[in-house]
């Protein structure tokens, strides 16, 4: 039987790390090549992961679940073994920046078991969770089947309350066959961060910003205060419309939104329903959001002839098969996508930054294809840890994925940029400031700017920014209570606050305190609804995505200042700024090899996670619905 590289490779880097314990008292040299080894083996075991996990996402069957699941076990060992072996080095006085790779390593550590049975049990199951999302379809009674891509399209687009409550019921019924796995998988994770030294898994996860879990959790919270009279006055206004747009469906008497009526699958961001909550001042409806999705087409269509096949087919024909048919029409689907690539890429370019290699244009999926299952939700990687550069994503031509793209390369960048860095460092400076790159780009994606590459006629006058401001706040404000509720219940399953008897009650009661947002209908235990959100069964920590939306704003506005701009907050592009650039360059090319805090305030002259940024770039929007909603009573 043929082993394959990768395999084999990772075993190599597995026994390669293997030293047998020594009595005597360690010393600097020792330490020193410890971490030398400790890099190369994380580097091969990282590598190889990659190239795993990019063919199980991207090729989804039995075969690419139980390499991904083999790998990823014996990339937790090697992750165990280094942490046990450099725990030898606790006492040892060291240089800074050594001492610093011994704490990421050690608060890096997979919440995985050191039993071989019980490892083995935990990637498998990781795996099958995963792949079960990737997977997922709703099907109606006719037989037609919707992957989760249809399912975004339709919450999106659909503006009749009993056809969306179907398709949320059936897409969340995706969730119920996990439930039972991921509570055994709830426990080995436990088991594993238990035996690290940390009181549950959701302990550990808190343990990689610097600071105790607790003083982050605060730092969390004390944000969240900041930002919380905002979002309620939204809220409120959101609400108000609703009733007005769908009546009874819309009208709870405890104040709750119906979830299923936000535009959105999860209720997690709320700006495709613009076009019902906009404002109705005549003053202010006049000036409506630049219509991006008929701009694009229209430039791609006229800068790329092989894209317009698919864009026409897009344009006459209301079947999502339209996008998969034909040879020629996905050929024409994939020109189309690359060019919403090129718009974010040469965002980045205009600040300085090189072009992205031959190989990303090469090797990312930019469509779904259409013989095969593939996990669509969109992510970047740097699969050689180098320059290997991909994303993966099911690309279609209209604004959400306008401003996706930027955001998936600011992983990319920041990716290359600190990948001289040794491989322990070779992270962001926390996990939300990866997810904030790419969002603080996209807020340059102003009316300015979109007139600037052709894709707007004119610049609004400054009476236009609240309708903009309303658009940008039902994505970027309504989404964090739902991340906060998230990672809240995920902390509260790991802390056995929440038993497994309660979980979906819990997770309704948490949407409800922080968002304001209630299930169509009535669920019960045999739902396992947190499932259907991918995050869940992949494991992903989600806390992150609430700090990006925070982080994001103290970026741009030290980008902005970088640039010399001076003006309102929310009208600053830093688009072509060489200087805003080289501001940003340098915050990304320091990686993981300083604490955040140092390294946020170098970008933005503040060391904490600070909502004032937020605030001032929608003071105008906060001002104006505390009137509409004053009105309204």
Known sequence: MRIPAVLLACSIAVSAVAQKPSTAPPTVAEAKAFLDRANAALFKAATDGSHAEWLAETYINEDSEATT???????SKLSLDLIAESHRFDKLTLPAEMRRQMMLLQVGA??????????AEETKLAASLTGAYGKGKYCDAA??????DDVDTFMAKTRDADALTKVWVGWHNVGTPMRKDYERFIELQNIGAKEQGYKDTGDLWRAGYDMTPAQFSAEVNRAWAQLEPLYRELHTYVRHRLIAKYGAAADRKDGMIPAQ???????????????????????????????????LTRQITANDPSAKLYLQCLAESTDAACAKGA??????????SKDMVKYGESFFTSLGFQPLPKTFWERSQFVHPRDRDVVCHASAWDVDQVDDLRVKMCIEVNDDYFTTVHHELGHNFYQRAYNQQPMIFRGGANDGFHEAIGDAIALSITPSYLKQIGLAESEPPAEADIPLQLRTALDKIAFLPFALALDTWRWQVFSGEIKPADYNKAWWQLREKYQGVAPPVERSEADFDPGAKMHVPANVPY????????YQFQFYKAMCDASGYKGPLNRCSFYGSKAAGDKLNAMLMAGQS?????????MTGSDHLDAGPMMEYFAPLYNWLKQQNAAAK
Request: charge should be neutral.
């Open 69 to 75: 699941a083999l790998l990823n076990e014996q990339s």
């Open 110 to 119: 997979p919440a995985a078991p050191h039993d071989p049975k019980l490892l």
């Open 143 to 148: 037989g037609k089947c919707m992957g989760v």
């Open 261 to 295: 009526l936000l535009g959105n699958t999860w209720a997690q961001e709320w700006g495709n329903i613009y076009d019902v909550v906009a404002p109705t001042d005549p003053k202010l409806s006049q000036f409506k959001p630049v219509n991006l999705e008929a701009a």
């Open 327 to 336: 040879d020629a029409v996905q050929a024409s689907h994939l020109a189309a």
């Open 543 to 550: 806390v992150r995505y609430f700090l990006a939306r925070i």
């Open 594 to 602: 300083q604490p955040w805090q140092q390294t946020l305030k170098t």
